[in-house]
DNA sequence: GTCTATAGGTAGATAGAC
DNA sequence: GTCTATCTACCTATAGAC
């Protein structure tokens, strides 16, 4: 572990802290234990907490944000696309399922400042295309017609919302963290039926 | 203001600091000034900064939980419940747009403690109630079959999770916090819509 | 590059005057 | 009940020895 380059263990250590604490529970000396080095190190790197916490921050926003514009602007059926979204983010999720809480967290605190900064960025989410597909597909009689961009809401809201909501849901079923990954597997079939059977035409 | 009773100032003060800064950012001396108090009052009264924290969180959850105990356990056809569960929902949502942020946020910040605190109160949400109702009404051919729990999470998803993103829709959007309400009221009807829509029976 | 020491600030909590 | 003064602990950040 002290082979890894020193800022790539600063950094690792920070996105541990971070996204376990939030920005105002954490600090330099926890970061600095959790990567082996001297807190007075960090500042020799040019790293302040604010810099630090940005980065991680950023990463963390862009993980999601980006997966889910490859998957909105890849060139599939509606259908497909859908399938594909809810399979493909709730894997993501499952991967990082902390993450997602940082982020509303962090968003949340400081909101207007967060849509003035990511807003302007490359890497935001742009559900444009993929809202645009569902207008055009409900016209041509693919599928029942919807409030385009209320249906890009429920998709992500029935995906992401369980990963936010999981202390509360492990306490209701009582179940563990392993059994709650299974559970959010098993989900993905049903997110996806509940999604076709609304929108078959009538 | 200074005639409301001093122990109301101060938790009206703890509930306002609380829920917009989080635990850790917030601080005895901004509640205490908030609430045109001593600092020196808050320990008079035995208030520590746990406790105070705890009240205001306790009072939070309790909020959406009893709210959410009081439709699912009242005597509806499944359809009527859920087009009250979704509509009276979100208005309470709309009354307290911060607080779910608030909510979410320290409940993932200390998943294991809440889990045994908040689970062994009698204000703890249980919708086993509605979700056998969804069981039932499946098998009685009321409703297309469907999985009870993954169906109340679809339910709560929609309703719950736009007003995490909040930040982030608005953004995407570019729309102020009156637009944003304006979107919430019109999501209700699109909910309803979308979920009679998936469980009409085939 | 890596360390120690410390500056400078703010936090929660308490003691005691009035 | 309400105030001031203060204690102890911790924070970020920096200066400077090695």
Not at 169 to 192: F, H, N, P, W
């Amino acid at each position: 572990m002290d082979q890894i380059d020193v800022q790539k263990r600063i950094f690792n250590a920070a996105r541990e802290v971070f996204t376990q604490k939030g920005f105002a529970a954490a600090s330099m000396r926890e970061i600095a234990e959790k990567a082996n080095v001297n807190k007075g190190l960090l500042h020799y790197y040019k790293w302040n907490k604010r810099k630090l916490f940005l980065r991680v921050f950023e990463e963390a926003f862009a993980t999601f944000s980006l997966r889910a514009n490859e998957i909105f602007e890849s060139d599939m059926p509606i259908r497909e696309k859908i399938e594909a979204f809810v399979s493909h983010y709730m894997d993501l999720l499952m991967a990082n399922p902390h993450l997602p809480a940082f982020v509303i967290s962090e968003l949340n605190r400081h909101p207007e400042e967060f849509i003035r900064r990511m807003m302007q960025q490359s890497n935001r989410p742009d559900p444009s295309n993929f809202i645009l597909q569902v207008q055009l597909a409900g016209e041509a009689g693919q599928i029942r017609p919807v409030h385009p961009f209320h249906f890009f809401l429920h998709l992500l809201s029935m995906c992401v919302f369980p990963f936010l909501a999981r202390p509360m849901i492990q306490g209701l079923l009582k179940i563990d963290g392993d059994t709650y990954i299974q559970l959010m597997e098993r989900r993905k079939a049903e997110v996806i039926s509940f999604i076709n059977h609304s929108i078959n035409p009538d």
